[in-house]
């Protein structure tokens, strides 16, 4: 008996457990200190109440024969991949339902993506990135070992530090399953028509495979494209993941959906049949209920409230940023996006910035050494509290590090 030693070479996830032990130490030390968390990664506000009155009713339906349903996959029901449909039809891309997959998390689908493809294939990542897209590819043995510089020897790093403003630069070398998320986790940062294209370009040229994690799309305010599918020539290079997560507050009900085009052919297969098969043998659908609820916000009710929710995020995240940037603080995010990066000064590491916010004003965020080497001297906060206590925890940083 053997266990995957794959497994054995990952760090064990330090950066919350780290933080969490910190602000605790803190508190322990200092009882009545007000701390104020902005370095939360999760939605507060509530779900829509279009989707909790749709949550109700599909309860109400499982307690009648008639209209109890059982497995997902096998009640032939359509009605949130339609809503779906309709939504990625209203912005000019044109779907078919075998292209949508429902799922439990953009999460789970970014990790599990990698079981159809081969394991010598060469991963690109962006560093600083969402760390799961790096965790499950060490996982399923696609990278080398962890070097002394923080990287793993077998993938592809793509440059995306301040000289790019945090986007990713196209590699010089090959590589074979490139993620890109867009807006970015932790830096905020979204990508225009014109890079997009040059990444479905190039993958369409090089024969790669495009994953694009539009997990915060619900945030674009500013003239970008929301899905890569808008981006000519994306649907023979790229899948996207969507997720009802941080565009509906759906985080603990779990909801999302993959997107893979039937014309991606990898090696003369089809990746579409890949992936169903994948999901068909060990996914047995997202519940009814669920379903109901996500489905409750594409409806006028339920967009106008995910609209409201997704604008106080943004508020914050905007008060966020502009209070950095009067306090002198090199800002990145905050406009497309819940998330506010920024440079720590004075030669200062990320963890030190993150002791000095948590001893000198009572702010916790989290350290962007944490998303990979390159966040190194950077610092992540988000718009995800509330705006009462964001703008008390900006007018504190702000009398600290006026200029
Ligand atoms: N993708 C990115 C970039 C994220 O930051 C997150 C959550 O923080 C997820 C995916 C996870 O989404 P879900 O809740 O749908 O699993």
Request: hydrophobic share 40%; aromatic share 12%.
């Amino acid at each position: 008996m053997k266990i995957n030693e794959n497994f054995l070479k990952l760090q064990s996830s330090y950066l919350f457990s780290t933080i969490g032990q910190k602000v605790r130490a803190y508190q322990a030390a200092h009882p009545r200190a007000d701390i104020i968390r902005l370095g939360i990664g999760d939605v507060t506000r509530p779900l829509p109440a279009a989707s909790i009155a749709a949550l109700h009713a599909a309860v109400d339906d499982m307690s009648r024969a008639e209209t109890f349903k059982g497995y997902p996959t096998d009640c032939g029901i359509t009605f949130l991949e339609e809503a779906i449909q309709a939504d990625y039809a209203a912005r000019g891309v044109s779907l078919d339902i075998g292209e949508i997959f429902l799922s439990d998390g953009a999460k789970s689908d970014s990790g599990n993506i990698g079981d159809i493809f081969a394991e010598d294939n060469l991963v690109a990542v962006c560093d600083p990135i969402y760390p799961v897209y790096v965790d499950t590819n060490v996982m399923g043995g696609r990278a080398g070992n962890l070097m002394a510089n923080g990287r793993w020897s077998g993938f592809v790093y793509l440059s995306c530090g301040e000289e790019s403003d945090f986007l990713p630069a196209l590699p010089e070398s090959r590589a074979d399953l490139v993620y890109l998320c867009s807006p970015n986790n932790p830096t905020g940062m979204a990508m225009n028509a014109a890079q997009l294209k040059a990444w479905v370009d190039w993958a369409n040229e090089q024969g790669s495979i495009l994953l694009y994690d539009g997990a915060y799309e619900a945030f674009i305010t500013e003239d970008l494209p929301r899905s890569i599918y808008e981006i000519p020539g994306a649907k023979t290079c790229a899948i996207e993941f969507r997720s009802f997560s941080k565009t509906a507050g759906f985080t603990g009900v779990r909801c999302a959906y993959t997107v893979v085009p039937r014309e991606l052919m990898a090696g003369g297969t089809s990746v579409n049949a890949l992936w169903a098969r994948r999901q068909a043998t060990k996914f047995n659908g997202v519940s009814y209920i669920t379903q109901r609820g996500a489905e409750a916000t594409f409806t006028p009710g339920g967009r106008a409230q995910v609209r409201d929710t997704i604008q106080y995020y943004l508020r914050n995240a905007g008060v966020i940023k502009a209070g950095l940037e009067a306090a002198g603080f090199r800002v990145w995010g905050g406009v497309n996006s819940p998330y506010v990066w920024f440079k720590a000064r004075e030669g200062l590491s990320s963890w030190e910035l993150f002791d000095l916010l948590l001893e000198e004003v009572q702010v916790v965020g989290t350290p962007g050494s944490g998303f990979g080497p390159s966040g190194e001297g950077y610092f992540r906060l988000t718009g995800f509290g509330t705006a009462e206590r964001t703008a008390e925890a900006v007018e504190r940083i702000s009398r600290r590090f006026a200029l």
